[in-house]
């Protein structure tokens, strides 16, 4: 038994209440599944180029090399903070991608070990944060807006403080 | 802000491997991503339209109009200009406990369903509206409660207690949504919003 193992049956149990909710109110429960699906085709074709576009950005930019680079660069900035080095490539490319973040993750928690300073404030980074520029543009974009003025601004503001409290938070818990 | 660091990720991109003498890696890196994007794209398409069409059976069922009257009075509070028993509401309460649950799978479908009810609200269909960014900003900085993701990475690399940041997370989430929140009251208020 993992602590996560009841999470298992939050999905076949919704699915299940609905239907069965559903059933007993008379609703034509496939006929309505297939008009919401039909909306969720329509939406999920206008995202295709969002994360197309997103997804050359941030490979180009991890591919080539520049991502370490800028970390090697900020590195003393945020070390002034409390961050270690290391920590650096996770929190610039959390933002922008789920997949490029874990992949970083998986290399820290190799690396310096789950159990290390490094490898528990990687997880509990990963673990309080948000794809926030991914997320805010793909939600922006299916909609069509193209002014957002402050909106993500204010999110990656969000995972700064998010990053901050983290450090604090897995310094307090686990270097005391 | 969107088009300069999208901007700027490929120009740094580029400039980064030619100096290191490896500009042919741009042409490989451009379409292996575009590939994987379009896989990725793909995949979420499949997850929206089983959330869309289970959750259209659910409010025929009736099941959203109760979580909606449970969960109104905790959001009102934050989105004062969306009238009283709007669909945007019902998504926005999905996508947050979906976020809270860790069920990043769930919480993207019910985001973008929250998107499209409150752009049905907006004068302006080319501009984000004050509840929009309300919204955003509670998605992307939102608590979490079980880190499910980073849980899992720690499992498989062999961690002692893999569940031990549950609560540093908890904490670290948490303390972003409310700062996140507290600046979005204040730029709602100097903007006049």
Not at chain 2, 29 to 47: D, E, H, K
Request: aromatic share 8%.
């Amino acid at each position: 038994m993992t602590p996560l193992s009841w999470t298992a049956w939050i999905l076949p149990g919704l699915v299940a209440v609905t239907l069965v909710a559903g059933l007993r109110r008379r609703v034509p429960v496939y006929d309505e599944f297939v008009a919401g699906a039909a909306e969720g085709v329509r939406l999920g074709l206008r995202l295709i180029p969002l994360i197309i576009g997103i997804y050359i950005a941030v490979g180009l930019f991890r591919e080539s090399g520049a991502l370490a680079w800028v970390a090697q660069a900020a590195a003393p900035v945020l070390a002034y903070a409390g961050f270690p080095p290391e920590i650096l490539p996770l929190m610039l490319i959390r933002p922008f991608s789920n997949a490029a973040a874990m992949g970083v993750i998986a290399e820290l928690l190799q690396e310096h070990g789950p159990d290390s300073f490094v490898g528990l404030l990687a997880s509990v980074m990963q673990g309080s944060s948000e794809t926030t520029f991914y997320v805010a543009t793909l939600y922006l974009g299916s909609v069509g807006i193209r002014r957002s003025l402050h909106a993500v601004h204010l999110c990656l503001l969000g995972d700064l403080v998010g990053y901050l409290a983290a450090l604090w938070a897995t310094s307090v818990l686990f270097l005391a | 802000m969107v088009n300069t660091i999208w901007a700027a990720m490929i120009l740094a991109g580029i400039v980064y491997a030619a100096v290191q003498g490896n500009v042919g890696l741009v042409t490989t890196a451009i379409f292996s991503q575009a590939a994987s994007g379009l896989t990725v794209a793909l995949n979420l398409l499949a997850i929206i339209t089983v959330w869309f069409g289970l959750s259209r059976v659910a409010a025929r069922a009736g099941l959203l109009d109760a979580l909606a009257r449970l969960i109104a009075p905790v959001l009102r509070p934050l989105f004062p200009d969306i009238p009283r028993g709007h669909p945007s509401l019902t998504a926005i309460a999905l996508n947050i406990a979906a976020n809270v649950l860790g069920l990043a799978n769930a919480a993207t479908p019910f985001g973008l369903q929250a998107m499209k009810e409150l752009q049905r609200l907006n004068p302006r269909p080319d501009t984000v509206t004050p509840a929009m960014i309300t919204f955003l900003a509670l998605n992307s900085a939102c608590a979490t409660l079980l880190p499910a993701t980073a849980v899992a990475l720690r499992a498989q690399a062999g961690a002692r207690e893999p569940a031990i940041i549950i609560g540093p997370a908890a904490i670290a989430s948490g303390a972003a949504m409310l700062f996140v929140l507290l600046v979005d009251r204040w730029t709602r208020r100097t903007s006049g919003w």
